[in-house]
Nanobody
Framework: QVQLVESGGGLVQAGDSLRLSCAAS????????MGWFRQAPGKEREFVAA????????YVAGSVRGRFTISRDDGKITVYLQMNSLKPEDTAVYFC??????????????????WGQGTQVTVSS
């Protein structure tokens, strides 16, 4: 069983940066692929970024590529989402997700079996 707790959200201005953290519990964190998704009011959940179990593969959505970076620290049992050059359209609740995924990083939300409660990111113009 893996439990996920996100942190690092907040209110920022356009152009600012934020780093989201997702702290995981459980001994087998290193066996899990991790992902970040987001959901804005009135919109469907959207894939943001993913990293595979070993950290050797990452996948970033086109809408944030070049601005967002995903990484993991298995020693700290944490996955990060570094968000630079934030835009108002990045405003959403950001969710961390984990799944026993042994292939490359994936955007398919059905592969993720554990989800955090989410952290709000608001970007003002």
């Amino acid at each position: 069983q893996v439990q996920l707790v996100e942190s690092g959200g907040g209110l920022v201005q356009a152009g600012d940066s934020l780093r989201l953290s997702c702290a995981a519990s459980g001994r087998t964190f290193s066996n899990y692929g991790m992902g970040w998704f987001r959901q804005a009011p009135g919109k469907e959940r959207e894939f943001v970024a993913a990293i595979n179990w070993s950290g050797s593969s990452t996948y970033v959505a086109g809408s944030v590529r070049g601005r967002f970076t995903i990484s993991r620290d298995d020693g700290k049992i944490t996955v990060y989402l570094q968000m630079n050059s934030l835009k108002p359209e990045d405003t959403a609740v950001y969710f961390c997700a984990a799944g026993r995924i042994f292939g490359p990083a994936t955007r398919d939300y059905r592969e993720y079996s554990h989800w955090g409660q989410g952290t709000q990111v608001t970007v003002s113009s």
